[in-house]
C-alpha cells in the first residue's frame, strides 16, 4: 500500500487529522474531466472537508468560492458527482448558497486510516 500524508482543515490551529484518498480516484476524475471540468474542483473542494464516515459539511458559497465557479454550476457539479458515484445522500439548501451535506463514498476518500487489511490502494498525502 503506498501512503501519503495529508494534513487537512481542522477545527483548531493545534489539531491534526488526516485525509485518506483512493488513488484510484484520481483516474476516476481524469474520466469525469472530459466531461465536467468544474465538477473535479468539487469534488476537490468536497474531499477537503470530509470528516467522519465520509460525511462532508459546508456550504454551496464555499464551493463555489474555493472553486471560482457560480452557485447554479456547484447546484450541477454536485448532481454530476452524485450521478458519478462519487457522492452520496446530498442534501443541498433550497436557497443558494446555502448549506450542503453530502458523504463522499467511503471507498474514496476518509478521515479514519482504513483496515489494514483492506484491498483498497490508499494514498495519505500532505497539504500544506
Do not use: W
Not at 495529508?6 to 485525509?19: A, H, K
Not at 472553486?67 to 447554479?72: A, E, F, G, T
Not at 439548501?93 to 467511503?106: D, P, Q, T
Amino acid at each position: 500500500m503506498t501512503e501519503q500524508y495529508v494534513l487537512t482543515n481542522s477545527t483548531t490551529e493545534n489539531e491534526q487529522s488526516n485525509l485518506y484518498i483512493n488513488q484510484d480516484l484520481f483516474g476516476t476524475l481524469g474520466d469525469l474531466n472530459r466531461i465536467n471540468r468544474k465538477a473535479v474542483s468539487a469534488m476537490l473542494s468536497l474531499i477537503s472537508c470530509v470528516g467522519g464516515n465520509g460525511a462532508v459539511q459546508t456550504t454551496q458559497t464555499a464551493v463555489a468560492r474555493q472553486c471560482k465557479i457560480s452557485l447554479k454550476e456547484v447546484a450541477k457539479d454536485v448532481a454530476d458527482l452524485e450521478s458519478a458515484g462519487l457522492i452520496g445522500s446530498v442534501h443541498a439548501g433550497s436557497e443558494l448558497g446555502a448549506a450542503l451535506v453530502c458523504v463522499v463514498k467511503i471507498n474514496i476518500a476518509r478521515a479514519e486510516k482504513p483496515d489494514e487489511i483492506s484491498p483498497l490502494s490508499v494514498a495519505e498525502g500532505q497539504v500544506q
